[in-house]
Protein backbone atom coordinates (compact mmCIF):
# COMPACT_ATOMS: atom_id res chain seq x y z
CA UNK A 1 0.00 0.00 0.00
CA UNK A 2 1.22 3.30 -0.58
CA UNK A 3 -1.10 5.62 1.32
CA UNK A 4 -1.49 5.19 5.09
CA UNK A 5 -5.54 5.18 5.67
CA UNK A 6 -7.99 4.49 2.76
CA UNK A 7 -10.64 7.06 4.57
CA UNK A 8 -11.13 10.54 3.35
CA UNK A 9 -13.82 12.27 5.33
CA UNK A 10 -16.59 9.48 5.14
CA UNK A 11 -15.02 8.21 1.65
CA UNK A 12 -13.02 5.17 1.00
CA UNK A 13 -10.55 5.02 -1.48
CA UNK A 14 -9.30 1.82 -2.64
CA UNK A 15 -7.57 -0.16 -5.30
CA UNK A 16 -9.81 -0.86 -8.05
CA UNK A 17 -10.78 -3.99 -9.40
CA UNK A 18 -12.02 -5.97 -12.45
CA UNK A 19 -15.34 -5.31 -11.03
CA UNK A 20 -15.48 -1.84 -10.97
CA UNK A 21 -14.44 -1.62 -14.95
CA UNK A 22 -17.83 -0.79 -16.35
CA UNK A 23 -18.25 2.02 -13.63
CA UNK A 24 -14.58 3.94 -13.86
CA UNK A 25 -15.60 4.02 -17.67
CA UNK A 26 -18.65 5.32 -17.29
CA UNK A 27 -16.71 7.79 -15.15
CA UNK A 28 -13.97 8.96 -17.46
CA UNK A 29 -16.18 9.13 -20.49
CA UNK A 30 -18.66 11.44 -18.65
CA UNK A 31 -15.31 13.29 -17.99
CA UNK A 32 -14.83 13.36 -21.57
CA UNK A 33 -17.82 14.25 -22.53
CA UNK A 34 -17.93 17.82 -19.66
CA UNK A 35 -14.79 18.66 -20.74
CA UNK A 36 -15.53 18.77 -24.20
CA UNK A 37 -18.88 20.65 -24.03
CA UNK A 38 -16.56 23.25 -22.57
CA UNK A 39 -15.01 23.31 -25.55
CA UNK A 40 -12.07 21.59 -24.20
CA UNK A 41 -9.96 19.10 -26.62
CA UNK A 42 -9.11 16.58 -23.86
CA UNK A 43 -9.93 12.81 -23.60
CA UNK A 44 -11.23 12.30 -27.28
CA UNK A 45 -9.93 9.21 -27.28
CA UNK A 46 -11.84 8.04 -24.16
CA UNK A 47 -15.17 8.65 -25.58
CA UNK A 48 -14.24 6.44 -28.93
CA UNK A 49 -13.26 3.72 -26.79
CA UNK A 50 -9.66 3.84 -27.80
CA UNK A 51 -8.06 3.73 -23.78
CA UNK A 52 -10.63 0.81 -22.61
CA UNK A 53 -7.83 -1.89 -22.90
CA UNK A 54 -4.95 0.29 -21.24
CA UNK A 55 -7.75 1.26 -18.13
CA UNK A 56 -8.62 -2.22 -17.76
CA UNK A 57 -4.66 -3.33 -17.83
CA UNK A 58 -4.37 -0.24 -15.35
CA UNK A 59 -6.90 -1.71 -12.88
CA UNK A 60 -5.19 -5.47 -13.02
CA UNK A 61 -2.20 -4.01 -12.55
CA UNK A 62 -3.43 -2.41 -9.22
CA UNK A 63 -2.71 1.32 -10.44
CA UNK A 64 -6.50 2.49 -10.70
CA UNK A 65 -7.65 3.92 -7.49
CA UNK A 66 -11.18 4.70 -6.80
CA UNK A 67 -12.78 7.32 -4.54
CA UNK A 68 -16.40 5.38 -2.91
CA UNK A 69 -19.28 6.47 -0.96
CA UNK A 70 -21.04 4.23 1.63
CA UNK A 71 -23.02 2.81 -1.07
CA UNK A 72 -20.14 1.55 -2.85
CA UNK A 73 -21.04 3.88 -5.63
CA UNK A 74 -17.26 5.61 -7.47
CA UNK A 75 -17.13 9.11 -6.39
CA UNK A 76 -13.70 9.83 -8.34
CA UNK A 77 -10.81 7.57 -9.77
CA UNK A 78 -7.38 8.28 -10.19
CA UNK A 79 -4.30 6.73 -11.54
CA UNK A 80 -1.37 6.57 -9.42
CA UNK A 81 1.52 4.47 -10.14
CA UNK A 82 5.57 4.67 -9.66
CA UNK A 83 5.98 2.86 -13.05
CA UNK A 84 6.50 5.36 -16.26
CA UNK A 85 3.92 4.54 -18.98
CA UNK A 86 4.70 5.29 -22.39
CA UNK A 87 2.99 8.45 -21.68
CA UNK A 88 5.04 9.22 -19.27
CA UNK A 89 8.10 9.18 -21.05
CA UNK A 90 6.92 10.88 -24.15
CA UNK A 91 6.14 14.38 -21.13
CA UNK A 92 8.90 13.60 -19.15
CA UNK A 93 11.87 11.54 -20.92
CA UNK A 94 12.90 8.09 -19.11
CA UNK A 95 13.71 8.90 -15.68
CA UNK A 96 14.85 6.37 -12.94
CA UNK A 97 13.94 8.80 -9.60
CA UNK A 98 11.67 7.79 -6.99
CA UNK A 99 8.41 9.78 -8.79
CA UNK A 100 4.73 8.72 -9.02
CA UNK A 101 2.44 9.62 -11.38
CA UNK A 102 -1.25 10.93 -11.75
CA UNK A 103 -3.19 9.95 -14.91
CA UNK A 104 -6.78 9.88 -15.53
CA UNK A 105 -8.23 11.75 -12.30
CA UNK A 106 -11.89 12.02 -12.97
CA UNK A 107 -14.90 13.00 -10.73
CA UNK A 108 -18.14 12.01 -11.05
CA UNK A 109 -20.92 13.92 -12.63
CA UNK A 110 -23.45 13.48 -9.33
CA UNK A 111 -20.65 15.04 -7.14
CA UNK A 112 -19.22 17.93 -9.22
CA UNK A 113 -18.86 21.72 -7.71
CA UNK A 114 -18.21 19.63 -4.25
CA UNK A 115 -14.70 20.30 -4.22
CA UNK A 116 -14.26 16.37 -4.82
CA UNK A 117 -10.57 16.97 -7.02
CA UNK A 118 -9.43 19.35 -4.37
CA UNK A 119 -9.88 16.81 -1.29
CA UNK A 120 -8.50 14.05 -3.58
CA UNK A 121 -5.77 15.60 -4.45
CA UNK A 122 -4.90 16.92 -0.43
CA UNK A 123 -5.77 13.38 0.51
CA UNK A 124 -3.05 12.12 -1.50
CA UNK A 125 -0.37 14.66 -0.37
CA UNK A 126 -1.22 13.89 2.90
CA UNK A 127 -1.40 9.78 3.02
CA UNK A 128 1.06 8.86 0.46
CA UNK A 129 4.22 7.24 1.76
CA UNK A 130 6.49 8.50 -0.95
CA UNK A 131 10.03 9.72 0.89
CA UNK A 132 12.70 11.63 -1.01
CA UNK A 133 10.49 11.61 -4.28
CA UNK A 134 7.93 13.62 -6.84
CA UNK A 135 4.38 13.16 -7.70
CA UNK A 136 4.12 14.09 -11.52
CA UNK A 137 1.27 14.73 -13.68
CA UNK A 138 0.57 16.33 -16.98
CA UNK A 139 -2.51 18.09 -18.59
CA UNK A 140 -3.83 20.01 -21.57
CA UNK A 141 -1.53 23.07 -21.99
CA UNK A 142 -5.12 25.14 -22.97
CA UNK A 143 -6.82 23.92 -20.42
CA UNK A 144 -6.96 27.20 -17.73
CA UNK A 145 -9.01 25.79 -15.39
CA UNK A 146 -7.33 22.46 -14.77
CA UNK A 147 -3.97 24.12 -14.94
CA UNK A 148 -4.88 26.70 -12.53
CA UNK A 149 -6.59 23.86 -10.33
CA UNK A 150 -2.74 22.03 -10.17
CA UNK A 151 -1.53 25.48 -9.27
CA UNK A 152 -3.68 25.85 -5.87
CA UNK A 153 -3.13 22.28 -5.52
CA UNK A 154 0.45 23.20 -4.72
CA UNK A 155 1.90 21.60 -7.92
CA UNK A 156 4.76 23.45 -9.54
CA UNK A 157 4.80 24.06 -13.29
CA UNK A 158 7.83 22.68 -14.69
CA UNK A 159 7.18 23.70 -18.05
CA UNK A 160 5.15 23.02 -21.54
CA UNK A 161 6.02 20.29 -23.83
CA UNK A 162 4.40 19.94 -27.58
CA UNK A 163 2.65 22.99 -29.42
CA UNK A 164 -1.18 24.15 -30.25
CA UNK A 165 -3.62 21.46 -29.96
CA UNK A 166 -0.59 19.19 -28.48
CA UNK A 167 0.90 21.62 -25.90
CA UNK A 168 0.19 19.68 -22.18
CA UNK A 169 2.19 21.50 -19.01
CA UNK A 170 3.72 19.60 -16.42
CA UNK A 171 3.37 19.70 -13.19
CA UNK A 172 5.39 18.32 -10.21
CA UNK A 173 5.52 18.23 -6.24
CA UNK A 174 8.60 16.98 -4.27
CA UNK A 175 8.86 15.22 -0.67
Same mark, same amino acid.
Given at each position: ?? *?? %??????????????????????? +?????????????????? +????????????????? #?????? #???????? %??? *??????????????????????????????????????????????? #??????? *??? +?????? #????????????????????????? *????????
Amino acid at each position: MV *FK %TNNLEGFIVRKADRTDLESILDV +LKSAARWVQDKGIDQWGY +LLEGGEDQEIEADILAG #NTYIME #NENKEIVA %TFN *FSNEQNEWDVDMWGKRNDNAYYIHRLAVSQQYHNQQIGKRLLAWIDE #NHLIKDG *FIR +LDCVGN #NQALNQFYLEAGFRFIGHIGEGNDK *FSLYEKAF
